[in-house]
């Protein structure tokens, strides 16, 4: 049975996770959290529950360029957030999808990102926008670009003393548009089988964040301009960004079935992102 703990704040966190020595797990929404506690290989020490701290960052935060997700981001906020419909779509999109209405009124941005799962419907969002994730820990500080921070299947460059504080979304320049699409074996609650994001810029450059056909969610380099109205062009240019992608045979889908729909998947979010308006009444 694991130890529970409620610091109030980020330095106490901070010291009961030093002291599990690699067996302290955090708490916040726990959606993920209580499903590993039921697998035996998943055996913490401690649980750090961060409900109660007092200093760590607020839950959203919207600067001059950055928009700046806290610890407390639940799903639900995100999803019927103003600001991020109108400069982040395909990131409130994908936090709508996420599990159910009571499961989003819990889970949380960072804790979705910190599982790790090729599934995470918000990483391919987060990753076309450029995001950085910052971790506090015994050393301080320390930031990297999201893309860097996913390993494998639920492993992180998150180390077992620090804690992710804090994920940084670019805010996208005038003339930027995203989409999000997701596809799942049944209407309602399930994973996705496979995901894609897509942002196009104002000159036509196309970047994907994919999402089921790898280990890890997937961010493509952005693609020369495209003529986005020539539906060949479109075309070459996504078969291009998605052979990136290594999906895998499992009890969802099979590889084939995740090769052929990635692609399709990926021109309807370039089309979705091509033909939305700008949302720049703010």
Not at 89 to 105: D, Q, T, Y
Not at 188 to 206: E, F, H, K, R
């Amino acid at each position: 049975m694991a130890a529970y703990c409620r610091p109030r704040t980020v330095s106490e966190a901070l010291a009961v996770m030093a002291g599990a020595e690699g067996h302290g797990r955090i708490l916040l929404g726990g959606t993920d959290l209580l499903v590993h506690l039921r697998k035996d290989p998943f055996a913490p020490t401690v649980i750090v529950d961060l409900k109660s701290v007092a200093d760590l960052p607020p839950a959203v935060e919207v600067g001059d360029d950055v928009v700046r997700f806290g610890p407390t981001a639940r799903m639900a906020a995100i999803s019927n957030d103003p600001f991020v419909a109108g400069h982040l779509p395909a990131l409130g999109a994908a936090a709508r999808v996420v599990g159910s209405v009571a499961i989003r009124n819990r889970a949380t941005l960072i804790g979705n990102i910190c599982n790790a799962s090729p599934a995470a419907d918000t990483a391919p969002a987060l990753l076309i926008y450029g995001s950085a994730v910052t971790m506090t820990g015994p050393g301080g500080e320390r930031t990297m670009p999201l893309a860097e921070f996913f390993v494998g299947p639920g492993e992180t460059r998150c180390g077992p003393d620090e804690i992710v504080i804090r994920i940084d979304v670019p805010i996208p320049d005038r003339g930027h548009r995203s989409a999000f699409q997701r596809l799942t074996r049944r209407r309602g609650v399930d994973l996705a089988t496979v995901s894609v994001a897509a942002g196009v810029d104002a000159v036509g450059n196309i970047v994907l964040g994919l999402g089921c056909v790898g280990p890890t969610p997937l961010l493509t380099d952005a693609s020369p301009p495209v003529d986005l109205a020539d539906s060949a062009a479109v075309e070459r240019a996504i078969e291009s960004l998605v052979s990136i992608a290594t999906p895998i045979s499992d009890v969802r889908a099979a590889r084939d079935y995740r090769e052929a729909m990635v692609r399709v998947l990926a021109t309807r979010a370039v089309q979705a992102a091509a033909a939305a308006p700008e949302r720049w009444s703010f």
